[in-house]
């Protein structure tokens, strides 16, 4: 059974910065094309950021392009958010994912992705 269980959310000001963190479990990230997406009050989940299984690639919105890094440690399993320059629109709960089709392409779209975490909120004040 794969699980993936996000923490690292909390309360920022604007301007701050917050790491989150996604543990896997049921499947290695090594060949797995993972993401970030996130939901705030009243809006449709959006795409946040993409990192191939290699890790080699990586894709952003523009959203949160040049502040957000994506990236993974094979060894612990785990996927990766640095979120940096802190922004009241970047409240939300942000949800980290999964593919099942082992060493396939990033992608955007929440529908590429079979697995999903509980999600962690991050709120920033102004």
């Known amino acids: 059974q794969v699980q993936l269980v996000e923490s690292g959310g909390g309360l920022v000001q604007a301007g701050g910065s917050l790491r989150l963190s996604c543990v896997v479990s049921?499947?290695?990230?090594?060949?797995?094309?993972m993401g970030w997406f996130r939901q705030a009050p009243g809006k449709e989940r959006e795409f946040v950021a993409t990192?191939?299984?290699?890790?080699?690639?990586?894709y952003y919105s523009d959203s949160v392009k040049g502040r957000f890094i994506i990236s993974k440690d094979n060894g612990k399993n785990t996927l990766y958010l640095q979120m940096s320059s802190l922004k009241p629109e970047d409240t939300a709960v942000y949800y980290c994912?999964?593919?099942?089709?082992?060493?396939?392409?990033?992608?955007?779209?929440?529908?590429?992705?079979?697995?999903w975490g509980q999600g962690t909120q991050v709120t920033v004040s102004s």
């Open positions: 994912a999964a593919s099942a089709r082992a060493f396939s392409n990033p992608s955007s779209s929440a529908d590429r992705y079979d697995y």
């Open positions: 049921g499947r290695t990230v090594s060949n797995t094309v």
């Open positions: 990192i191939s299984w290699s890790g080699g690639t990586t």
